[in-house]
């Protein structure tokens, strides 16, 4: 990965918290799709991400941490995988689990998260672990949701 100013986690928080800041529209290749919100919280010191809709919505909050940056996921299964970043790089950031909370034996866990930042548009990418030990990997496409 191509390194730049951002490639530092301090430096890379305030660009990834005001780039996502704000609503959006996602789709996947398979014709899925999802509405996200992030907004910035506790004095900016948090982004909480909501996504999808109200009856199954999930949270994700990313805040800093020292040199790092974490991101904890509240899934709609009821565990929690909490991820920290493992690289930075130019309009790039991926996260990788570091542990999940409350994880039943039947239950799959998101174990890779990557950002792929561009003007008014972000790729994500999701990657889930089943209890087989299979990966389903899901790439979304987002841009910035018309203003109402």
């Known amino acids: 990965m191509t390194t730049d100013r951002w490639a530092h986690a301090p430096d890379?928080?305030?660009r990834f918290r005001d780039a996502l800041t704000g609503a959006w529209h996602g789709t996947t290749a398979a014709g899925g799709a999802v509405d996200v919100v992030f907004?910035?919280?506790?004095?900016a010191?948090?982004?909480a991400e909501t996504f999808g809709r109200p009856e199954r919505?999930?949270?994700t909050l990313y805040h800093p941490d020292h040199d790092g940056l974490v991101a904890t996921h509240y899934c709609?299964?009821?565990n929690q995988p909490r991820?920290?970043?493992t690289a930075i790089a130019a309009h790039?950031?991926?996260f990788a689990e570091a542990d999940t909370t409350d994880l039943d034996p039947d239950e799959a866990r998101l174990v890779e998260l990557t950002f792929t930042l561009g003007p008014d548009r972000f790729e994500r990418v999701e990657?889930?672990?089943a209890p087989d030990g299979t990966h389903a990997r899901t790439t979304w496409r987002f841009v910035r949701a018309a203003a109402e």
């Open 12 to 14: 890379a928080w305030p």
């Open 39 to 43: 907004r910035p919280i506790s004095g």
């Open 45 to 47: 010191s948090a982004l």
């Open 57 to 59: 919505a999930t949270m």
């Open 76 to 78: 709609a299964q009821g």
């Open 83 to 85: 991820l920290r970043a």
């Open 92 to 94: 790039q950031l991926r």
């Open 127 to 129: 990657d889930y672990l």
